[in-house]
């Protein structure tokens, strides 16, 4: 029988991480022999050969007398080399335009300051890529967002190294303007000896070769990183129908050659692959047959040449993987081969004609739901991307795993859904559309792959899905024959509204663009927040201030989503054609939902997170998976965020991991054959009173507006419990005058605008005391942070961790 370790510490998979600890556990998970050998889990340093002698790369130096003083500083010189002054805000500014070297692509891993200050807690750096540096709107978007580089500060008479990472990737392109933020004391003094920044090249150089999170161009695999001229050579055991999965790619402007080599007992050993890359900072994907030596022990040799000692490469998410047979039409069907879970951001379950939406907004969906299963009553348990989406991927409460403000990430204690599906040994990639999705908030844990939101074409565009459609279908013409777990996150809908042609005519009136434009341009004047100014997002009683008509401009708003739905609707289509072409259709269940809605002045306001509202907390849910679901099916059951994973799961055969919240809805569902079909340890075929409803919950919390990024009011708190008749709302913190407690029924007035608490004091009362059960559970439940997980560990152990960028 085959054992997987998992660290009982951490919560996340022992393979993954490449750790063993005295707290680790054994638990089964298969009968059969591994069918996915991942290279980075069984690699240790000692299998790297052929080390030559460090390379020593230039230093990117800031020069002191390129240094200028903006607003906050007096007393500006330059002394011997040295940057000096005082601070006579909160914010003292310094800044240099760089004269070169700003085409770098190459990621900044650090910007280092040797210094001294008098006083002040943190120090902060900012860069800016643009010709002309706007430096008014650099320093208002640092006091309303806070710049992405910070580091902890401490007084002294001493010159210290202060090394300020970044909060996101940074690549050098974008550091043509430096703004130094040395202190964050008015009145105290700075002594800047010196400042610098190391590229990503620079500390790899630096350090052995061996497991990294690496990323080209901002799309990042699980990697092995190694240099000229080592070689690194892994025993396996290789499965049946077995083939070799990698990606290859280079930080160098030089030609590096990739080799793999296998040797088998006695044998010599066989070139398999000998591919040059020319094209730095690009992934190249090769597979590789491996059949003529299936079920044998094997020595994979990975080396590198190129005619400069030191060159790094990276071996990109190197797997051994086993073909599996397509499912027969009619054959009885255990799992489906692969599982694509699609949230669309920001989309209302009311803007859709599967919903019974008046306009055509989403035919692929409505399709989908016609032949799948249709959840009429989801709730989501968070309103806006950066905390919804860590609760669909761990099955955990906002208040359980921790993320609820803008620079919050998930610890590793979390075992998300992706880390169930690769220790089953599916194939695994994550297509982010913007950062919350992303490894800012600790989401690539589980991910062999991950395409960041910097990874596009248009950088910047809210219209994501078509490239995203484009390189998942890629993908899944690779690995149409293994097993696959694929998260697509798509943007459409989101902000900016206004649609790609044809979509942007559809529903919107082109001849009044530009009067809306001029609209929105006048209403920016008097947006308060600027998070919201930036969006162009605003309120019912702004929109009066500019004098604007503000039913009108939030129609036309309105008009422009509902063609940017219908585009992301036809890519979703294509997908599915694609699917059908590859002979994937009818075995990979398909599952379509949404993180959150949108506002469109339903209570005064525009955009999302700011309430728990039912323009906000009610979105879409359908499950598709032709092989395993008997389909044509809706569901009028009350369900929520945390109830998707351990039913993917479940229908996935794989057992899910202790602590999750969620409960399956599988016996709400049409499970062909369901009572043929069992997982590792509980029975799929369980009848439907195994299902027991739950009231949703939906939270929005307190954040903090120093940390910027999260959706405005920073001062409320408020909670929303929805029994499937009614729905209770209790304001926890409210503006002076504010009710703590609104009632809503919950079927005939599905956006809560007619408050009836005062008519039902028995059922407020029921709602709420249920409400504070579920909070000091949630609360009980808290992932521990990972400075408290981690104390344990080996030096060794910790360092790969951070390698994989699980604990920062």
Not at 46 to 63: H, K
Not at 455 to 484: I, Q
Not at 659 to 681: D, K, N, Y
Request: aromatic content about 8%.
């Amino acid at each position: 029988m085959r054992m997987t370790r998992r660290h009982g510490l951490l919560g996340i998979t022992i393979a993954a991480a490449g750790l063993l600890a005295a707290c680790a556990t054994e638990r089964p998970s298969s009968e059969d022999p591994p069918t996915t050998i991942r290279l980075v889990d069984v690699f240790k340093p000692a299998m790297v050969r052929g080390a030559g002698p460090s390379r020593q790369l230039p230093r990117v130096e800031l020069n002191a007398a390129d240094w200028k003083a903006g607003p906050g500083v007096t007393g500006f010189a330059v002394r011997n080399g040295h940057v000096v002054g005082r601070a006579t805000s909160d914010f003292p500014v310094l800044f240099l335009t760089r004269t070169s070297g700003f085409d770098n692509p190459d990621l900044v891993h650090a910007v280092e300051i040797r210094m001294k200050v008098s006083a002040g807690s943190k120090a902060f750096a900012h860069t800016v890529g643009a010709p002309e540096l706007d430096l008014p709107g650099a320093i208002a978007f640092g006091r309303s967002l806070g710049w992405e580089w910070s580091a902890p500060i401490a007084p002294a008479d001493a010159v210290e190294t202060y090394t300020l990472t970044p909060l996101t990737h940074v690549e050098g392109t974008t550091t043509r303007h430096v703004m130094l933020r040395p202190t964050d004391a008015a009145g105290a003094s700075f002594d800047i000896e010196s400042a610098r920044l190391i590229f990503r090249k620079e500390q790899l150089a630096a350090i052995p070769s061996g497991v990294g999170w690496q990323g080209l161009r901002e799309i990042y695999r699980e990697s092995l990183v190694a240099r000229t001229p080592e070689r690194i050579e892994i025993p396996v055991t290789l499965p049946a129908q077995p083939w070799l999965d990698l990606a290859v790619g280079t930080l160098e402007d030089a030609p590096a050659t990739f080799r793999v080599g296998v040797r088998a007992g006695e044998e010599d050993s066989q070139t398999i692959l000998e591919h040059t890359v020319t094209t730095p900072y690009r992934w190249e994907p090769q597979a590789i047959d491996l059949q003529r030596w299936a079920g044998r022990p094997v020595t994979l040799t990975l080396s590198l040449a190129s005619e400069e000692p030191g060159t790094i490469g990276f071996w990109g998410a190197p797997a051994v993987r086993s073909r599996t047979e397509q499912v027969a039409t009619g054959e009885p069907v255990r799992a489906p081969r692969g599982v694509i879970l699609i949230q669309a951001d920001t989309l209302r379950r009311d803007h859709l004609d599967a919903y019974g939406y008046s306009r055509p907004t989403a035919p692929a969906i409505a399709r989908l739901a016609k032949e799948g299963e249709l959840f009429r009553n989801y709730t989501v348990q968070a309103t806006w991307t950066k905390v919804s989406t860590p609760t669909l991927m761990t099955s955990l409460y906002p208040m359980s795993h921790g993320v609820t403000d803008f620079t919050d990430h998930l610890p590793a204690a979390a075992h998300t859904l992706a880390e169930s599906y690769r220790d089953a040994g599916y194939a695994t990639i994550s297509f982010a559309s913007v950062l919350f999705t992303g490894q800012f908030t600790n989401l690539h844990q589980g991910f062999e792959e991950l395409h960041e939101d910097g990874s596009f074409s248009e950088p910047g565009s809210s219209k994501t899905a078509r490239e995203y459609v484009d390189r998942l279908s890629d993908w899944l013409e690779r690995h149409r024959e293994s097993r696959f777990f694929a998260f697509l996150h798509v943007f459409d809908p989101h902000d900016p509204f206004e649609p790609r042609r044809p979509y942007d005519a559809l529903w919107a009136d082109p001849s009044k663009k530009e009067e809306h434009q001029r609209d929105l341009d006048a209403v920016r004047k008097v947006i308060k927040e600027p998070l919201l100014r930036m969006f162009g997002m605003p309120s019912r009683a702004e929109l009066v201030e500019a004098g604007l008509n503000a039913e009108a401009f939030a129609h036309h708003d309105r008009d422009w989503y509902d063609g940017s739905i219908r585009g992301m609707d036809t890519e979703i289509g294509r997908l599915m054609q694609t699917l059908e072409s590859l002979g994937l259709a009818r075995d990979t269940l398909v599952v379509f939902l949404s993180d959150h809605g949108e506002e469109f002045l339903e209570h005064g306001r525009m955009f999302h997170g700011q309430s728990v509202y039912g323009e906000l907390t009610q979105v879409p849910l359908v499950m598709h998976w032709p092989a395993g679901l008997s389909g044509a099916r809706t569901i009028d059951n009350v369900v929520q965020t945390i109830d998707v994973m351990p039913t993917l799961l479940e229908l996935s055969g794989i057992r899910p991991p202790d602590g999750l919240q969620g409960h399956s809805l599988v016996p709400l569902l049409g499970v062909a054959g369901r009572e043929e079909v069992s997982t590792a340890g509980a029975s799929r075929a369980a009848p439907a009173e195994r299902w027991q409803q739950r009231p949703a919950i939906t939270q929005k919390a307190l954040t903090d507006p120093k940390k910027g990024g999260a959706p405005p009011p920073h001062d409320t708190e408020s909670y929303a419990i929805t029994d499937g008749q009614w729905k209770l709302v209790r304001n926890a913190v409210r503006p002076r005058g504010g009710p703590e407690f609104e009632l809503y029924d919950f079927r005939k007035d599905p956006l809560n605008l007619t408050d009836v608490a005062a008519d039902h004091p028995d059922i407020v009362a029921r709602l709420a005391k249920a409400l504070d059960g579920w909070k000091q559970m949630a609360t009980a439940a808290r992932l521990k942070p990972d400075a408290e997980t981690t104390k344990n560990l080996s030096p060794e152990q910790l360092q790969r961790l951070k390698s994989l960028g699980y604990v920062r």
